[in-house]
């Protein structure tokens, strides 16, 4: 893909305005998860807050390939921060879902799946109230500077680097992937973590 393809695939907008129209919509779902997930508080309100946290991410990542500023750089800490604050309630839920599909051919297993359940509440009350005290102020600042200096880049030069911090995405996918030992969980998860990064990065640029 060249340029002027991705000119033409993103039907004439140009690629400040590509950029600046993801980074508000995905920057008004984010706002918007956060606000359901305060009122209402569910495993599919928190999922879908991971999700919009997660592209947010992908974004912020992508321009700070593009051109690294220190407020991305804060941007993208604020928003990893974040999603490593859901990672034990999803270790958790990942471990306690296939429990409960076996537990009628493992009986002995329901000690354990009683202490997921109390492990997985107390999960939810300590991440519904750092999810009621999150303070955007400052990544809302960061963001309004971000898209102020979007709007004064030259284009075509947005264009190519956006390009090559997706080629570059896509390489880190490509490298996980030929490192995975599959008796090393952990390698599996990292080429899920850079597949989501580089899946997200192709909806900005071709939605």
């Not at 992908?58 to 604020?78: D, E, F, G, T, V």
């Not at 997921?116 to 519904?128: G, H």
């Not at 898209?147 to 390489?171: G, I």
């Amino acid at each position: 893909m060249n340029i002027y393809e991705i000119k033409e695939n993103s039907s004439t907008l140009t690629v400040n305005q590509l950029l600046l129209e993801a980074l508000d919509k995905r920057w008004k779902k984010y706002r918007a998860e956060l606000k359901r997930c305060r009122v209402e508080f569910s495993n599919e309100a928190v999922h879908d807050l991971r999700v919009a946290a997660r592209r947010m991410l992908a974004l912020i990542q992508l321009l700070n390939s593009i051109s690294a500023r220190p407020r991305l750089q804060k941007l993208n800490r604020a928003f990893k921060d974040q999603l490593d604050e859901f990672d034990d309630l999803r270790d958790t839920q990942v471990i306690l879902a296939e429990v409960s599909e076996t537990i009628q051919e493992l009986p002995q297993l329901q000690k354990f799946q009683y202490h997921l359940q109390v492990v997985e509440e107390d999960l939810l009350k300590t991440l519904r109230k750092k999810l009621k005290v999150i303070d955007l102020f400052d990544v809302s600042k960061r963001i309004r500077k971000t898209r102020e200096s979007l709007e004064t880049n030259s284009d075509d030069e947005l264009a190519l680097q956006t390009l090559q911090a997706v080629d570059h995405a896509f390489l880190v996918t490509k490298q996980r992937h030929s490192w995975i030992d599959s008796a090393q969980p952990a390698t599996i998860h990292r080429v899920r973590i850079a597949f989501k990064t580089f899946r997200y990065m192709v909806e900005i640029i071709h939605p």
